[in-house]
């Protein structure tokens, strides 16, 4: 039955399932009954009573509702949003909007023209309201100007709305209607969000009535976490890595919930207090968002996993001592220490509004594409639903796929530079896809390695300001380089490897004990290791980073930090008081429906977490010391919140890695099965603490009971501990040639590399050889990191306003990271895709970036990883190749590692047959 046909007097209960009375801060406020709204069908004319029509045209499209085919069919939050517009007076959009422009003053994630705009709109109250006071006619005639349609909604039709060209010439920041426009962007902000992306993928309202945690989210979340745990595992130290990620998941837990919901028996069980349905129902939005959220939380690969590859494998350090049990609680320990102090940052990066991590949005938009259905639309003339959208584009991704990775492999390193002149050295040492620094404008064909920094989901700022900060590194390593910097020239320029004096490979064992601790009569044999051109300025960076990004973030966001602190210690100090207390954004509010986690819960698992640590250096030859373990822990806390604060407004951080190495190696010389120990806890408590907090936060968008996503986090983290030791284990004894070059399926392991090379120069060798004779000028980028803060706050705070709100110098420098092994190639054709959909397209037509934008990352993501699979046991884990021009042109000459690989010959040009420190003189 049509809307407009139903009788009169139903139509107040229709409208009362949507909204209630009371304020924004009221929990009420922001509730609906979805199961009661299927049945009835709400069209224009039944909404927003003090409206006129064309005021309610121009709602619609101001929450892009425009390209709806039919306006006596509204969406729920279409009809949630215009009741609240109706009903919201001038005084409380006014409160509304003060605060919002106080603080989101700098906030580079909101729009300048739509902060411009409200303040626009705030600062005509109330001396200028006179001018902006239009009659019905102006305002329509302004509203026709600017392409939103004029139209009579008449009793018994169907209306259409006219899509305008584009979002710019929409009129949604020129001023018609004052009255109607306040209080449309207080309800936007009061009653959703004040970010585009978050309103794209999220809803104004709550349904508590949904159930969340239910026996069918048990029963995939665990067996989707043995599989997806498994896969990431087992092609984590590839080289692209590939994985398994949670958009991926999504779309195979999607057929197997509507399954479950099928075939599962509609009873309830009895297991003592608690009454268990099986089967409460369809499938719905917030069970596919948990079932993913269970799955999601041990997506990534353990931190750890480097720390048992360079115990266990030979190559390293050998360590067979290093078996299930010490594996066991070295996983247990780090990953339930990060999971304590997710408790901790709830406050800094789940409730407020600022921390809007962009990087959980294409989850979140593959949710709501897969479980909410949505009414048929024209956007800019798109009229596919996101499902649709999604599907088609995985097929093409999972076609397409097949071409770079192993049908045409050189559109995946299109090094097509290189091909000139295969063996020029200094050509390819620049442009150079494996072995250069990959200064080439088209570097790619392949979207495993266009997304490599999540082109479509990392805002556009952030890209631009890391992409700067590649090409400053790209010019500081070639001029350490040609210089011969420090020795530099004898070695291969982009690269993480360690090698010794003669320009080999650099063996650990050679310079160790049986304990694995540094002997000083070997040494002055051997001598110290050495780094690359690239690896030198990466760790120069990471060294000046720490100190600029401790002083900088406080200083930008010393207030919020300062309040969020105080209220963790009243949360201490008062255990009955809420957590929500301090909050009141939209999402927040209606998150205080459902029972909360207490901090002291959070406190427990972090002290069970580190008796494990305590056991397992007490029991095993690990050789760590049990303050080592605290020391971790303490460092954590001073730069947790900063740290997680640029990511959950960035899309980018940084791990705590090189700073705990570098203090630790100072405070336990020549000792580096400590440094691993420690720098395991060090860097996999803030990792896996921001992983937990970003399934927090997806799970407040979504409105997941907090007691329940506590639950399936633990239980998952669980389950996936012990298979991703098994999976390591596998890997280590069965496949040849793991974590070395000769690899044949790309096991080259990058990050165990890196791991290794660590803690052999700052955990064997030391930092006191380090600074003190070998690389001395690495101790001055302290000092260095210490001051750039100072010129970068004042501009910040005094530059050109439109500049320095993007200008985010912690990106720049973080940009400067990449290298060893990675190189620009990785990021420049992701700078493209991210020009075209974070800037263009989310300027220009922002309806249909908010519709399909997430969508296809998604989407491309999944057909990467299921093509991937796929491929790789087809025809590459029993070794088919497929051997010619297209597959074998990107590894000629210096990039497939013949012919001439470093500017200088240590054999020919190095003094004695070697460089360095003369024997006798090393430091």
Not at 75 to 94: C, N, R, Y
Not at 261 to 276: E, F, H, V
């Amino acid at each position: 039955m049509a809307a407009n046909s139903e009788p009169a007097q139903n139509k107040g209960e229709v409208l009362s399932h949507i909204v209630s009375v009371g304020s924004r801060t009221d929990i009420d406020a922001h509730q609906v009954d979805l199961t009661a709204l299927a049945s009835h069908e709400v069209a224009l004319e039944d909404v927003a009573s003090g409206l006129s029509s064309d005021q309610k045209y121009y709602v619609l499209k101001r929450l892009h509702f425009e390209g709806l085919e039919t306006l006596d069919e509204l969406p729920v939050a279409a009809t949630f949003m215009l009741e609240k517009v109706s009903s919201m007076s001038i005084e409380e959009s006014l409160e509304v909007l003060k605060k919002y422009l106080k603080e989101h003053d700098d906030d580079v994630n909101i729009p300048t023209e739509e902060y411009d705009f409200i303040e626009k709109l705030y600062n005509m109250a109330p001396d200028e309201l006179a001018r902006a006071k239009f009659t019905e006619k102006d305002s329509l005639s302004a509203v026709n100007e600017k392409g939103i349609a004029q139209q009579t909604i008449e009793k018994g039709s169907s209306s259409d709305l006219i899509t305008s060209t584009s979002d710019e010439e929409a009129g949604h920041y020129e001023i018609f209607d004052w009255d109607l426009q306040i209080r449309t962007e207080a309800v936007m902000i009061a009653y959703h969000s004040p970010y585009p992306e978050v309103r794209s993928v999220t809803n104004p309202y709550d349904d508590t009535q949904l159930p969340a945690e239910t026996i069918r989210v048990y029963i995939l979340g665990i067996i989707w976490t043995a599989v997806g745990t498994f896969i990431n595992q087992f092609f984590a130290e590839r080289q692209p890595g590939i994985s398994l990620g949670a958009p991926v998941v999504q779309l195979l837990l999607y057929p197997s919930g509507e399954l479950l919901a099928r075939i599962l028996p509609k009873r309830k069980i009895k297991l003592w207090r608690w009454s268990i349905d099986l089967n409460p129902g369809p499938w719905n939005y917030k069970e596919q968002m948990l079932s993913t959220i269970f799955y999601s939380i041990s997506a990534g690969t353990p931190y750890v996993s480097y720390n048992i590859h360079v115990q266990r494998l030979p190559h390293y350090y050998n360590n067979q001592w290093a078996g299930w049990g010490y594996q066991i609680l070295l996983i247990l320990a780090t990953n339930f220490m990060g999971f304590g102090f997710a408790g901790i940052l709830r406050k800094f990066a789940v409730y407020p509004v600022r921390a809007m991590w962009p990087t959980i949005l294409p989850t979140l938009a593959l949710n709501r594409a897969l479980l909410q259905p949505e009414k048929k639309a024209n956007i800019n003339g798109w009229t596919i639903s996101r499902y649709s959208f999604f599907f088609i584009a995985f097929s093409g991704s999972f076609l397409y796929f097949w071409f770079p990775n192993y049908l045409f492999e050189a559109l995946s390193y299109f090094n097509w530079i290189s091909w000139i002149a295969p063996d020029n050295f200094h050509l390819n040492i620049v442009t150079g896809f494996v072995g250069g620094l990959g200064l080439n404008p088209i570097p790619t064909f392949d979207w495993n390695i266009i997304n490599w920094n999540l082109a479509l989901t990392v805002p556009f700022y952030s890209q631009v300001n890391q992409y700067i900060g590649t090409l400053i590194g790209f010019i500081c390593i070639i001029g350490v380089y040609y210089s011969n910097y420090l020795w530099s020239a004898y070695l291969p320029i982009n690269t993480s490897t360690l090698y010794n004096n003669k320009g080999q490979r650099y063996d650990v064992n050679e310079v160790v004990n049986e304990r694995s601790l540094f002997d000083a009569a070997k040494y002055e044999v051997v001598g110290p290791p050495f780094y690359s051109a690239a690896n030198l300025i990466v760790y120069g960076s990471f060294i000046a980073l720490y100190p600029f990004a401790i002083i900088y973030e406080v200083a930008l966001n010393y207030k919020p930090m300062w309040l969020a602190l105080k209220n963790l210690g009243s949360s201490f100090r008062n255990f009955r008081r809420s957590t929500f207390e301090g909050f009141d954004d939209p999402h927040t509010v209606m998150m205080r429906n459902y029972k909360e986690v207490a901090d002291w819960v959070f406190l427990v698992v972090l002290v069970i977490a580190i008796v494990f640590a305590i056991i397992c250096v007490k029991v095993y030859p690990a050789e760590t010391p049990v303050w080592g373990i605290f020391f971790a822990l303490g460092i954590n806390f001073v730069f947790l919140i900063p740290l997680t604060a640029i990511l959950s407004t960035t899309g980018w951080t940084f791990g705590l890695n090189v700073l705990v190495q570098i203090i630790t190696g100072y405070a336990i010389p020549g000792n580096g099965l400590a440094l691993n120990f420690i720098k395991a806890l060090g860097y996999n408590i803030n990792g896996q603490a921001q992983n937990y907090i970003t399934d927090q936060k997806m799970a407040h968008y979504v409105k997941i009971p907090p007691r329940s996503l506590f639950r399936c986090q633990m239980l998952s983290l669980f389950l996936s501990s012990f298979i991703a030791l098994a999976v390591m284990n596998f890997m280590i004894d069965n496949v040849d040639n793991y974590c070395t070059p000769q690899s044949n399926q790309k096991f080259f392991c990058p990050s165990s590399n890196v791991f290794f090379s660590a803690s052999v120069l700052w955990g064997v060798i030391g930092p006191r050889k380090v600074f003190g004779g070998l690389y001395p000028i690495l101790q001055w980028c302290f000092l260095l990191g210490a001051l750039l803060p100072i010129p970068c706050i004042l501009f910040k705070k005094y530059g050109p306003k439109k500049i320095a709100k993007y200008f985010q110098p912690t990106l720049i420098i973080g940009g400067m990271l990449i290298y060893a092994p990675y190189n620009l190639s990785y990021y420049t054709a992701g700078l493209y895709a991210s020009f075209a959909f974070m800037f263009v397209i989310r300027k220009r037509y922002e309806a249909w970036w908010e519709k399909y934008n997430y969508v296809l990352s998604g989407a491309l993501d999944a057909g990467v990883a299921f093509s991937s699979i796929i491929i790789f046991f087809s025809v590459q884990y029993n070794e088919k190749p497929l051997s010619w021009w297209g597959n074998n042109v990107s590894f000629q000459g210096f990039e497939g590692g013949y012919g001439r690989q470093r500017l200088m010959n240590v054999t020919e040009e190095a003094p004695e047959g070697y460089f360095g420190p003369r024997i006798g003189h090393f430091p």
